[in-house]
């Protein structure tokens, strides 16, 4: 395929609000700007260096298409097409790690180029999933669960990396004993956060603040921060203890769980 060619392609793929992934022998030869934004790429040779095949994206969620219900060896451009078109559907995780759902069509042009085109439709159905499965969101506080942050810790030390950032763990640990709404709290506290930044349940009276800094400064900034934040109402009804973890140079995001 010529450069003229597949500027034109790109530039008719760019007109379209769905993620549209050309491939060429089963490679990622073109992605639009919907699918590049979304992966907070520039272009399609930065996705390839940084994220590799497509289908490692697609998040490992019994209700969604994933490599884990592919045979071996088998392609999954050819796997998804075997099943029923209403389950061509996968998840993907959005450069602030929120999980996302889309209903994938394959158009096979020849043996050697494919166009894949992966239409957003989180608003339809991956909310209805979250509350149905209790996925992702511990459904007695609205943040984050344990075992979902668990499952995307790795991507998340990933991007801080690829951002040249740190990753820092404020453990909140409430104290009060009695009457405890803590969908009051998450609603409390959610609105003193970054919408980058992840709160998670992580114990019956204890949260994680999840977020990225420039360096060590930063983190203790958002720690210094939340020293007044914890003694200001309405959050000092909480009783809560605060202590910051920053993950060491070297260190797996798992070591830095496990010393919290």
């Known amino acids: 395929m010529d450069n003229v060619y597949l500027s034109l392609l790109s530039s008719i793929a760019d007109m379209n609000d769905d993620f549209v992934v050309i491939f060429k022998d089963n490679k990622v030869l073109l992605t639009n700007t919907s699918f590049n934004n979304f992966f907070n790429v520039s272009c399609t040779e930065e996705y390839n260096a940084r994220f590799g095949e497509l289908i490692n994206n697609f998040v490992a969620h019994p209700s969604y298409f994933n490599k884990d219900k592919m045979a071996d060896k088998e392609n999954w451009m050819e796997s998804i097409l075997k099943i029923d078109e209403k389950d061509r559907i996968v998840s993907m995780l959005s450069k602030t790690y929120e999980p996302q759902a889309f209903k994938i069509h394959v158009d096979n042009i020849s ?36 075992k979902y942050f668990k499952e995307i810790a790795k991507s998340y030390q990933e991007a801080a990396v690829f951002n040249e950032k740190i990753v820092s763990i404020l453990s909140i640990v409430i104290t009060k004993e009695n009457d405890v709404e803590y969908k009051d709290f998450v609603n409390d506290l959610v609105v003193m956060i970054r919408k980058d930044d992840m709160l998670v349940r992580w114990s019956e009276n204890t949260f994680f603040l999840v977020y990225m800094s420039e360096n060590t400064q930063s983190a203790y900034k958002v720690l210094e921060k939340f020293e007044d934040v914890i003694n200001m109402h309405p959050i000092s009804k909480y009783k809560c203890k605060i202590k910051l973890n920053i993950k060491k140079e070297d260190e797996h995001i798992n070591s830095l769980i496990k010393r919290l």
Do not use: F, H, W
């Not at 957003?120 to 943040?143: E, F, H, P, V, Y």
């Open 111 to 146: 043996n050697t180029y494919k166009v894949v085109v992966l239409k957003d439709i989180t608003q339809d159905l991956i909310k209805r999933i979250m509350i149905q499965n209790n996925a992702n969101i511990d459904a007695n506080s609205g943040a984050y669960d344990r």
